[in-house]
């Protein structure tokens, strides 16, 4: 008992009230509140030891909560807000100039340590993680527009003040946009907003926003206040050529801010041009203007140089951190002239006469040095599959333009045509019987079936076979170009869960079969149907055909957490359990791990170290989900070396079940108003787009407010605020609480009146019936059932129970009096908790006043236990002599009784016991 205890203690301390942080030889807590709030002490001497104020200033703070993990200071007090520590107060000797990773990396001010009273300790609320959402006119998956913060403890906007063009590439990074290409400053006064960001000060290289040296929080601000804005190149940077003779030729103009401007010349080259003629599917350029030769244009000129390798197949690639000279006019506005590519005089779009433009006019290839190669890249370029075949004595007749290109050499991996080279454009004399030409596969290939022919033992491992639809037969896949992220996609194709090794087979060569394709899969596809395919055909050999090695199926769990909804996330693969690196997880990766389990939804994907690192000798990471899988095995994911440091954060998830409670607000009583959620101890307004009446009926049920009497929106008792939106949220009915219910990850934004939530349920609904076990008949926990969950038994969240109450209980079982009555406490939190108010007298549980109490928030809840006196109470029954009357008499009188006592059980959980009725439930007998 005593050990139990001691881990007990342990276990509190660890995950309920401390978040804990060690960094070089300074280790800091925040011990005695909640994750991110608390009284900060240094680990010092062998002892945790709260920090004075002295010497202490916001430059610490920030650093404190950095280490932390914990975002930003919002409020630091002065006295024993969160209870006095038992050790001494120490002070910290160092000076922070606010850009430090953790108070290690501070240097020291003082070597005398200094002490200092318990009412001069230190307690710090940090805001907690912050998360990112560039929203525009409510979208929040937008790559322009105001920039939304959110934490468990405050949400609003990023200041313009200060907000700079380094800011917005940061928060571009962070929202998988891209770069920055504008930022600015906007007054904003139909927002919603009671904090700001302030004067981030970012270098632009940052990967979280509060490694930013200068950010800070201002809250309680008025709107007046000024927002900062951002546009990012991610579906914002399109390009265009105009004033040209050809779609291909003109006046380089990029769409910035909603308007086309120009661009400078400054350091363009071949390079630049190579990046825009490939993401204009324009060919390879061939003339690279700097003077307007196109025209000048008017208005605005790109804010950004470019700098590109030539490597790039689209500007989006290249580098845009430095700002274009300040000395750039419109007569300096780049041309470019791109080659263009069609193929004429064939059958279809796919097969002829290889044709470029120089700018005036279209013209051959002379078939000089022609070959397989050079018409692979053509094909591809053109989305038309693989080269059949390439001819250098013209099959499509002669061609009616000039020859302006001597010879076009490519080595057959080029990504682009730009990628190859050319020789320069002019007028070649060759003659025109023996210019370039191909035949392309063509450009679809049609429906097909995956199947993976086994080797060896490895039954999720082999050679890829693919039946085509049009052809009605078998083939495999090229296994020229085929790499990891192919197998990455065909693994998930099969259901047969990530990857381990894309390879090359040569096995079972199938000499008489097709060779279909080759896969160009980019690894986040669902299906290989979705990736890029170069067609192929004959006379195309089985050289090498591709295989793969997948896991297969695999169980996943949770562990090292304060329960089994929260935790680090392990992976199970040959008999061994593997850990998953914070690289690329997510929260719709956290989403399909809470829906394996069944425990609801994710929460939140945790990438720190809170649930401590783990030892593993195989991990995994770039988990895949789009969130709606059913299973971490649909997913894609890729395998690491197995020398990975133990001490590396490990991917956690925390999910909704036991963590999410819910009220309504409002209203005219409990039971009725304006629907709010609390995940990290925080109540937010509820939004939604799409509902049903089974999610209003499972918050009744979890509220103890009966049935679901009405569901709406658009409410007069509601007003727009800051909220979270419940995407794609779904029960069915029988969910006991909303945190059982399926969803995809939840957003923080701007709630609009329109779509909160109003319910209004029958009214508050108590317990009708009691069950114990046989086991133990009077000594046990005590389960109730409601109406409302459709007579499931289950322990149900009690307050002030007392002997009172479980004397009740004893004489409603027959078991004497009470001797005992305790609560037993359970890790998770509860909606609402049952009150019973007996007075000891009464003859059963349904003679007590009931209430129902809301939640205070705790993350912890009891349910009711009794022992009562009559411990060896049972009935036995003597029979020393029965005649065949009293035999007959007998057997009905157990038929009697004993039936409705079986149909009792069967109307439970199934589970043995006995059953008692309150007030006059027609479905269980007393």
């Given at each position: ?6 881990i ?19 280790t800091i807590r925040l011990?005695?509140g ?14 945790w ?9 916001m ?14 200071p ?21 000076q ?23 009412a ?13 959402w ?14 939304y ?10 200041s313009?003040?200060g ?8 928060v571009c990074?962070?929202t998988?946009?891209?770069f920055?290409l ?9 927002l919603?907003?009671?904090?700001l ?6 270098l ?5 926003l509060?490694d ?6 201002m ?13 990012c ?10 004033n ?6 003109g ?17 363009w ?14 060919g ?16 605005d000129?790109?804010?950004?140089d ?6 790039e ?8 951190t430095?700002?274009r000279p ?6 300096q ?13 064939g059958?279809s779009?796919?097969s002829g ?24 890249v ?9 080269a ?11 061609s ?12 057959g ?9 050319a ?6 004399i ?14 679809y290939f ?20 693919i039946?085509?639809s049009?052809?009605?037969t078998w ?20 259901e047969?869960g990530?990857?381990?090794a894309?390879?090359?087979s ?10 279909w ?7 986040n ?19 090498s ?14 562990v090292n957490g ?16 593997g850990s ?12 399909v ?20 690192a ?28 197995n020398n990975?440091n ?18 309504l607000v409002?209203?005219t009583?409990r ?8 995940r ?8 939604s ?14 509220l103890y ?6 569901v709406?929106?658009?409410s ?9 939106w ?33 319910i ?11 069950k ?16 409302t969950?459709?007579?499931t ?10 002997i ?11 078991c ?10 359970e890790?998770?939190?509860?909606s ?7 007075t000891?007298?009464?003859l ?6 009931v ?5 205070n ?5 009891n ?9 060896d109470h ?25 039936i ?17 009725s309150?007030?006059?439930d ?5």
């Amino acid at each position: 008992m005593e050990s139990t205890s001691q881990i007990l203690i342990t276990v509190l301390s660890l995950f309920a009230s401390i978040q804990l942080c060690t960094s070089g030889n300074i280790t800091i807590r925040l011990a005695d509140g909640f994750r991110c709030i608390g009284r900060l002490e240094i680990y010092s001497g062998s002892n945790w030891k709260s920090v004075c104020s002295t010497n202490l200033n916001m430059n610490h703070t920030r650093v404190a909560c950095r280490q932390l993990s914990c975002g930003v200071p919002v409020s630091i007090y002065t006295r024993a807000y969160f209870g006095a520590s038992d050790g001494e107060n120490v002070a910290l000797n160092l000076q922070c100039n606010r850009t430090e990773s953790a108070l290690s990396d501070c240097s020291p001010s003082d070597p005398q340590i200094q002490t200092c009273s318990q009412a001069e300790s230190i307690n710090l609320e940090c805001s907690g993680p912050l998360q990112l959402w560039i929203v525009n006119h409510g979208d929040q998956g937008s790559c322009a527009g105001v920039v939304y913060v959110s934490s468990s403890s405050t949400s609003g906007y990023i200041s313009g003040e200060g907000w700079d063009i380094d800011d917005a590439n940061v928060v571009c990074r962070l929202t998988g946009c891209g770069f920055a290409l504008s930022a600015a400053s906007i007054s904003h006064n139909d927002l919603y907003y009671n904090s700001l960001l302030l004067n981030l000060g970012c270098l632009g290289t940052e990967y979280n926003l509060e490694d930013c040296p200068g950010i800070s929080l201002m809250r309680n601000t008025n709107r007046n206040s000024t927002i900062g804005q951002v546009v990012c190149s991610k579906d914002n940077l399109s390009l265009r050529l105009v004033n040209g003779s050809t779609l291909c030729s003109g006046r380089l103009e990029v769409y910035h801010r909603l308007s086309w401007v120009t661009v400078c010349r400054s350091n363009w080259t071949m390079n630049q041009a190579k990046a825009v003629c490939a993401q204009l599917g324009c060919g390879f350029p061939v003339q690279v203007y700097s003077d307007a030769h196109y025209g000048q244009g008017y208005g605005d000129i790109f804010p950004r140089d470019v700098l590109c390798s030539g490597n790039e197949t689209s500007l989006m690639d290249c580098d845009f951190t430095q700002p274009r000279p300040s000395s750039c006019t419109h007569d300096q506005d780049v041309s470019i002239i791109c080659s263009g590519l069609r193929l004429a005089n064939g059958p279809s779009r796919c097969s002829g006469l290889v044709e470029v433009n120089d700018g005036s006019q279209w013209g051959s290839v002379c078939s000089t040095d022609w070959d397989i190669e050079n018409a692979n890249v053509i094909c591809r370029h053109l989305r038309c599959g693989s080269a059949l075949s390439v001819q250098t004595r013209n099959l499509y007749g002669e061609s009616q333009g000039p020859v302006l290109l001597e010879g076009m050499y490519c080595n057959g991996s080029e990504k682009s045509l730009s990628q190859c080279s050319a020789s320069q454009f002019g007028s070649y004399i060759c003659d025109t019987l023996q210019v370039a030409a191909v035949e392309c596969s063509g450009e679809y290939f049609g429906s097909f079936e995956i199947r993976m022919r086994a080797e060896g033992s490895q039954y999720t491992g082999g050679q890829v076979e693919i039946y085509s639809s049009n052809q009605s037969t078998w083939g495999t896949i090229s296994g020229r170009h085929w790499d990891i992220n192919d197998a990455q996609v065909l693994c998930k194709s099969l259901e047969y869960g990530f990857a381990l090794a894309a390879y090359n087979s040569s096995e079972y060569l199938r000499q008489n079969s097709p060779v279909w394709f080759e896969a160009n899969c980019y690894g986040n596809e669902i299906h290989l149907s979705q990736c890029p395919l170069t067609l192929l055909g004959p006379p195309d050999l089985h050289t090498s055909d591709a295989a793969v090695l997948c896991t297969g199926y695999f169980s996943v769990r949770i562990v090292n957490g304060t329960s089994q909804t929260a935790g680090n996330v392990e992976i199970s693969y040959g008999n061994t359990w593997g850990s998953i690196s914070t690289e690329g997880w997510d929260i719709y990766d956290a989403n399909v791990v809470c829906r394996s389990e069944r425990h609801g939804f994710a929460l939140a994907a945790v990438t720190d170290s809170r649930f401590g690192a783990i030892s593993s000798s195989m991990w995994f990471k770039d988990i895949q989900c789009s969130g709606a899988e059913y299973s971490l095995s649909s997913c894609s994911g890729k395998t690491m070396p197995n020398n990975i440091n133990s001490s590396s954060a490990t991917a956690a998830v925390i999910c909704s079940s036991d963590q999410l409670i819910v009220r309504l607000v409002n209203g005219t009583d409990r039971c009725n108003g304006i629907l709010e959620v609390n995940r990290f101890s925080n109540w937010e307004r509820a939004c939604s787009k799409s509902w049903n009446s089974d999610f209003a009926t499972v918050l009744c049920q979890e509220l103890y407010c009966g049935e679901l009497s009405s569901v709406k929106t658009n409410s007069s008792i509601a007003d727009s605020q800051g909220g979270v939106w419940l995407n794609n949220f779904e029960c069915f009915g029988h969910e006991q609480s909303l945190s059982e219910c399926s969803s995809q990850p939840w957003s923080n934004a701007f709630c609009d009146s329109s779509y909160q939530i109003h319910i209004t349920c029958s009214g508050q609904s108590f317990v009708h019936g009691m069950k114990f076990s046989d086991q133990f008949p009077c000594a046990e926990a005590v389960q109730f059932y409601s109406y409302t969950f459709e007579y499931t038994y289950k322990n149900a969240p009690v307050v002030d129970w007392d002997i009172e109450d479980a004397d009740t209980v004893c004489r409603q079982r027959s078991c004497g009096s009470a001797t005992v009555a305790l609560t037993h406490r359970e890790y998770g939190r509860k909606s609402a908790w049952i009150s019973f108010q007996c007075t000891g007298h009464e003859l059963s549980l349904s003679d007590c006043p009931v209430s129902v109490v809301e939640s205070n928030g705790s993350q912890y809840w009891n349910y009711a236990t009794v022992t009562c006196s009559d411990l060896d109470h049972s009935y036995v029954y003597r029979v020393t002599y029965i005649p065949a009357l009293c035999i007959s008499l007998a057997v009905l009188l157990l038929v009697v009784i004993f039936i409705p006592e079986w149909k009792c059980r069967h109307r439970g959980d199934g589970a043995p016991g006995k059953y008692y009725s309150f007030r006059n439930d027609p479905t269980v007998t007393s």
